[in-house]
């Protein structure tokens, strides 16, 4: 009996004469265990894709970045990653405490591979490994039931240009997000962000946050929002 497949999965399957190679796919790649060399795929990502599903049964996907190692593999059937500062909607983390069922994409984009994780997940804010993360508010533990490498066929190529310095690191201030500065929302911010924009000097209007990413959104040679570039651009208008 397969693991991966339901009676909609065989419909196409079957329709596309492909359920040999499907069956044969699963015999030959697809495992309960992390293997070494997805240890050592996993471990060296700065970023992937986390699926949840929330309390409506409604999917939803979001992209978590980190430095390299921000993932681990604690065993061969268990990973751990932390859970930092984000947009106050706990989105993923809600989701992911009322159906454990996750999803996790790795991908390099140097060299096109890609490798999938499915599991059970459990979101904890005592876990042992919190003090290890700066700044982690959460540690998630994914513990695995399927991984499986994908076909790296329509994975375009790109190089990494720079890391995000929003990213917390031991020693390093962490940067206010671009957002966190604009004045509409100061009021909604947590108790330890409020006024920290305006005793920064970073605080900046809705119009100008709108300019800003506008540009970013359309300017190839634009990619990131950087502390300072708001109130530099305010003083080049």
């Known amino acids: ?9 065989r419909e196409l399957q079957d329709r596309f004469d492909t359920r040999r190679l499907a069956d044969g796919v699963e015999r030959r790649i697809v495992r309960t265990e992390i293997a070494p060399e997805h240890r050592a795929f996993i471990e060296s990502r700065d970023m992937f894709w986390l699926a949840t599903v929330d309390h409506e049964g409604r999917p939803t996907v979001s992209y978590k970045g ?3 190692g921000f ?6 059937k268990t990973i751990a990653f932390p859970c930092y500062d984000g947009n106050g909607m706990f989105y993923s983390m809600g989701n992911l405490m009322g159906n454990a069922k996750v999803g996790l ?11 999938r994780v499915q599991g059970l997940a459990t979101v904890r804010d005592d876990d042992p490994l919190l003090s290890d993360y700066v700044e982690a508010q959460l540690v998630v533990r994914v513990a695995v039931t399927e991984v499986f490498r994908n076909c790296p066929r329509y994975v375009h190529r790109y190089q990494k240009a720079a890391a995000a310095e929003h990213v917390p ?14 004045d509409d ?7 330890k962000d409020q006024g920290r924009a305006a005793r920064e000097g970073l605080l900046c209007s809705r119009e100008e946050y ?14 990131s929002l950087s502390v300072h570039d708001i109130t530099v651009r305010r003083g080049r208008r």
């Not at 009996?1 to 999965?9: D, E, K, N």
């Not at 020693?171 to 966190?180: M, Q, R």
């Not at 929302?185 to 947590?190: G, I, K, R």
């Open 1 to 9: 009996m397969s693991r991966l497949y339901g009676a909609r999965h």
């Open 66 to 68: 980190g430095d390299p």
């Open 71 to 76: 993932v681990r593999v604690l065993d061969a």
């Open 105 to 115: 994409l790795f991908l390099s984009f140097e060299k096109p591979h890609r490798l």
């Open 169 to 182: 690191r031991a020693g390093v201030a962490t940067p206010l997000a671009g957002w966190k500065r604009v």
């Open 185 to 191: 929302v100061q009021a909604e911010l947590s108790a």
């Open 210 to 223: 709108e300019a800003y990413m506008a540009d970013v959104s359309y300017d190839g040679e634009r990619a």
